[in-house]
Every structure is written in structure tokens, then in C-alpha cells.
């Protein structure tokens, strides 16, 4: 079946320490997203890509870094320069066309600092 | 003003209720709406979309009023497994051949026995 995979589902990272989740996908969907979410709060955007090669920021792009060199894998490092990365990372693709909000997501990585 | 604004509730409805949710949007350009559902410590996933002349799916039914810009979500004959954070999401065209897809940050329900 198709879909969105994550990984981890649980990662914890020391201070200071760079940390890349992983998401891959077998939807032959162009685009791809990473999203943030802390408790009681909506998903903030933080990279999103249209196109292999090519990635642009979100709104809360600082202290993490992306890669999109195959159509299929968007990882995301969460780096040391950000200061609160404690939260559910998700990730989610949409095929190509109108954006037509038919997100999939993958069942998340809840990231701890410790 | 917040470009999607839901009332974060909790709504908290004995089983058989009808309840409603509304989202209000600010972008008078946004031309694509859906309802999500989240549960608790999983990812969002897609409920319905909302089409303009309102569409149901069995106890759910979604509205789009443009004039007043705000969808509506609202379930009938309320279950337990009803329970979760439903999140509005409002797409935009931004120019360019890019979409602005924005969440809402989600209305939670809590059904009750």
C-alpha cells in the first residue's frame, strides 16, 4: 500500500546535537512538507518542497535544514541553533496539481531534548 | 486578525448530540477548504473536503459560506469515537503556480457518555 513513512517514531536528542528524521514516500506525490506541532497547538510549517532539487521555507524555518534529492525523501535535520526543538514533527506529501489539500500525512516523530 | 481561526473548545457533548464546528478565514482568495481529524498523539487525516454548495458524508456535514468566509463542520447523532481535534485547513493560490495551504489550529470534542 501506499503512504508516508517516518522515522523514528520516538528520537531524543542531547543539547547541542544535530538530528535528521526521516520521511519517504511511495505516492509518486511531488510535493512534500514538514510541519511542527507543540501541545495544544495547529501545525506550523517549516520547509516545504515542490519539486526534487528544489525546497523554500516555511514559517518557522530557522535551526532546521532539508534535503530533496530524490522525488521519494524529504529528511529534516533539526540542528543545535534550534533552541526548542521538543515536539511532533510530521510530514506530509500532496500529488501535483490544484493543492488540492488532499495531504498525506506519516504518523509522526515525537523528538525530546534531554 | 489570524488567517484561519477555529474556537479551540473543548467541546464537551453527550453521545447523540449534534455539534458544529466553524473556522473563519481572512484570505477572500482562498479557494479550497477540507475538515481533518486528529486523535490524540497521531497525525492529522483528511475527514472531507468542503465544497461550495455544502456536502454531507453519513453524520457529517460540511458547509462553505464565502460571504461570511467560514466553513462549518457538523456531526449528527454524536459517538464516542467522535472524540478528536478537528482541524480546518484553507487553501489559497499564491502566485506563481504555488498553493498556501494554512491549518487551522483545531476545535477539540470530547464525547461523553
Known amino acids: 500500500d501506499g503512504g508516508i513513512t517516518q522515522s523514528p517514531k520516538y528520537l531524543f536528542r542531547k543539547e547541542g546535537q544535530n538530528v535528521t528524521l526521516s520521511c519517504e514516500q511511495n505516492l509518486n506525490h511531488d510535493a512534500m512538507y514538514w510541519y511542527r506541532q507543540d501541545p495544544g497547538q495547529g501545525l506550523r510549517l517549516i520547509y516545504y518542497s515542490q519539486i526534487v532539487n528544489d525546497f523554500q521555507k516555511g514559517d518557522i524555518a530557522e535551526g532546521y535544514s532539508v534535503s530533496r534529492e530524490k522525488k521519494e525523501s524529504f529528511p529534516l535535520t533539526v540542528t543545535s541553533a534550534q533552541k526548542n526543538p521538543t515536539a511532533f514533527y510530521l510530514c506530509?506529501?500532496?500529488?501535483?496539481?490544484?493543492?488540492?489539500?488532499?495531504?498525506?500525512f506519516g504518523s509522526g516523530t515525537r523528538l525530546t531534548v534531554v | 486578525r489570524k488567517e484561519v481561526e477555529q474556537d479551540p473548545g473543548p467541546f464537551n457533548v453527550p453521545e447523540g448530540a449534534t455539534v458544529a464546528f466553524n473556522c473563519t478565514y481572512s484570505n477572500s482568495a482562498s479557494q479550497s477548504f477540507f475538515w481533518y481529524r486528529q486523535d490524540c498523539r497521531k497525525e492529522p487525516k483528511l475527514l472531507m473536503s468542503v465544497y461550495s454548495s455544502g456536502n454531507e458524508d453519513g453524520r457529517f456535514t460540511a458547509q462553505l459560506n464565502r460571504a461570511s468566509q467560514y466553513i462549518s463542520l457538523l456531526i449528527r447523532d454524536s459517538k464516542l469515537s467522535d472524540s478528536a481535534t478537528y482541524l480546518c485547513?484553507?487553501?489559497?493560490?499564491?502566485?506563481?503556480?504555488?498553493?498556501?495551504?494554512?491549518f487551522g489550529k483545531g476545535t477539540k470534542l470530547s464525547v461523553i457518555p
Open positions: 506530509a506529501s500532496t500529488p501535483p496539481g490544484r493543492g488540492s489539500g488532499g495531504y498525506t
Open positions: 485547513v484553507v487553501i489559497a493560490y499564491s502566485g506563481a503556480g504555488s498553493y498556501q495551504l494554512t
